[in-house]
């Protein structure tokens, strides 16, 4: 897509800026070596990939001098084989119905949009999609998503300001199952920062949830805002496991020279990734494709 294409593109730009004066050189001494590694470190692409391709290119000869051509097809193939691994759709097979999944982030991370577009996504592949405007503490994000779910045409349960987020969620699984819904989106609170607070609603909601099916929630996917690099990497080291996350979906990659912050993920955290966000649009949600992004990030 061009605009993916648009915001690896600034990747790979930053990259080959981190990058310019190394080339033509034909000894790479240690000095040149540490530069790339530093260069690629800076690029967002994490200690363990940068130390891979430093090795890399130690075990190479070049009689011509290192190209900048040879030096990114070897950054694609290390990033590849660090996202690989990682690359793994949301997938509805939940049975008994509905599919529960917990969709968690920081305010301002594009929570709410991200729900609205795996909605359209969902309902575009026939399921029956119903959502949960669990954030009650921001009067805005239930009017945000109640509005998205009247354009994108899914029904929507919701409450107050305020309201108690597990009942809201015990409603909608209630009359989910009596409407034969597929698959249940559970917007939560996006108050990240107070973690006592936000376990406590989680562990609130599981304990609602496990009454009435005891494998749900299914998944729990955390949104990071890819543009805020060390700082969504941080925010999956401290929810990660404490939340239970089950996958992640990075977004504004469009327009971000932060593309590099899915290698360190990867390669720091091993958590699926399901999905990234490169524009603000109901579309704009594309699959995780590792040998694309490889490419794009490297250019
Ligand atoms: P929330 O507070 O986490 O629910 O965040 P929102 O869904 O309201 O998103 C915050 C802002 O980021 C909004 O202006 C969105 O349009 C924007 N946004 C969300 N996802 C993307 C994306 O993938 N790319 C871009 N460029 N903007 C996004």
Request: no cysteine; net charge negative.
């Amino acid at each position: 897509s061009e605009r993916l294409a648009g915001g690896f593109r600034r990747t790979s730009d930053k990259l080959g800026e981190n990058l310019s004066g190394l080339f033509g050189k034909a000894a790479l001494d240690a000095d040149t070596l540490d530069q790339i590694e530093e260069a690629l470190i800076a690029s967002d692409l994490g200690p363990a990939t940068a130390a891979k391709i430093r090795e890399r290119l130690e075990g190479e000869r070049f009689a011509l001098g290192l190209s900048e051509l040879r030096l990114r097809e070897i950054v694609a193939e290390e990033v590849e084989k660090i996202l690989a691994p990682v690359a793994k759709p949301l997938e509805i097979e939940a049975f008994p119905r509905p599919q529960v999944i917990l969709v968690i982030g920081v305010n301002g991370s594009g929570k709410t949009t991200t729900i609205a577009k795996l909605a359209h996504l969902l309902k575009e592949q026939d399921y029956e999609v119903m959502l949960v405007a669990g954030d009650t503490f921001r009067a805005a994000a239930i009017g945000q998503l109640k509005t998205w779910a009247e354009r994108i045409g899914v029904p929507i349960i919701s409450g107050a300001e305020g309201a108690d987020a597990a009942g809201l969620v015990f409603e909608g699984v209630k009359q989910g199952t009596a409407r034969g819904t597929d698959v249940l989106i559970v917007d939560t609170a996006g108050r990240l920062q107070n973690k006592a607070g936000l376990m406590d609603e989680l562990a609130k909601i599981r304990r609602v949830l496990g009454r009435l099916n005891p494998a749900a929630p299914h998944d729990v996917v955390l949104v990071l805002d890819a543009t805020t690099g060390q700082n969504a990497l941080s925010q999956i080291d401290i929810f990660g496991k404490e939340a239970g996350v089950t996958g992640l979906v990075m977004t504004k990659l469009d327009g971000t020279a932060r593309g590099g912050v899915l290698a360190a993920a990867a390669e720091r955290f091993g958590m699926p990734i399901h999905a990234i966000g490169v524009g603000e649009s109901i579309d704009d949600l594309r699959p995780f494709d590792p040998r694309e992004l490889a490419r794009a990030i490297a250019g």
